[in-house]
């Protein structure tokens, strides 16, 4: 069974930086995306950034866009989210997942999620 292992979440003060990393199991052209949602307590899980693991075509919610950035290994199966300008509303658990297309920022179809990575940025 795909699985998906997260790291890099962490502590960080407002305006620093974080970079996650998803690693995917085994690689299926039937997960071409893959991506970040997050949730922040009380609030719904929302998508953050999706990767076609296959173009490297990016998208991003509109309030990470210009400070977050997705990118992919392929040799490694894994994807990363660089975390720049980092801002206390950022703070949340950070999910990876994998589906069959990126729609926009999110991706589509998600099978398969990581455990989660915590994010906190302090004011």
């Known amino acids: 069974q795909l699985q998906l292992m997260e790291s890099g979440g962490g502590l960080v003060q407002s305006g620093g930086s974080l970079r996650l990393s998803c690693k995917d199991s085994?690689?299926?052209?039937?997960?071409?995306?893959m991506g970040w949602f997050r949730q922040a307590p009380g609030s719904e899980r929302r998508g953050v950034a999706c990767?076609?693991?296959?173009?490297?075509?990016?998208a991003y919610a509109n309030p990470v866009r210009g400070r977050f950035t997705i990118s992919r290994d392929p040799a490694a199966n894994t994807v990363f989210l660089q975390m720049n300008n980092l801002k206390p509303e950022d703070t949340a658990v950070y999910y990876c997942t994998v589906g069959p297309e990126c729609r926009g920022h999110v991706v589509a179809g998600q099978d398969f999620w990581g455990q989660g990575t915590q994010v906190t940025v302090s004011s």
């Open positions: 990767i076609n693991r296959r173009t490297g075509s990016t």
């Open positions: 085994r690689f299926t052209l039937d997960y071409t995306a």
